[in-house]
């Protein structure tokens, strides 16, 4: 049974993150592709300067926040699907009710805080 008192703007916050990390993970990989198109036919050896990161480096962490937000994404549509199937609101360790506090919070929340600790 899904929570007796789901905020509302539940989601509508779920939505606008989605957006928003859709917007980011959108970003992040055009970085990449701008860095290795930038990189491509260039002789400079970034790998032994010792001022500061090499292009890879850069890379590497551009990729990685690109994974984090595709990854917000599945989250955030995963708890859309438990909205829409009613299992918003429903801890899926112990079958709980999720309280709205925790849901507000944190509304991608699958478990109930005692199952999440």
Do not use: K, Y
Not at 33 to 45: I, K, L, P, Q, Y
Not at 73 to 94: K, M, P, S
């Amino acid at each position: 049974m899904p929570a007796s008192f789901v905020p509302d703007d539940v989601p509508d916050r779920l939505r606008a993150a989605r957006a928003e990390a859709v917007a980011r993970a959108a970003g992040l990989r055009a970085d990449v592709t701008d860095m290795v198109d930038a990189a491509r036919g260039s002789n400079a050896d970034d790998e032994h300067d010792p001022d500061g990161a090499t292009i890879a480096f850069e890379r590497a962490q551009a990729e990685t926040l690109a994974r984090a937000a595709t990854a917000r994404v599945a989250e955030i549509d995963a708890a859309l699907a438990r909205q829409a199937d009613g299992a918003f609101g429903v801890c899926e360790a112990c079958g709980a009710e999720i309280p709205a506090a925790r849901l507000t919070a944190r509304p991608t929340a699958r478990r109930c805080v005692g199952c999440a600790a």
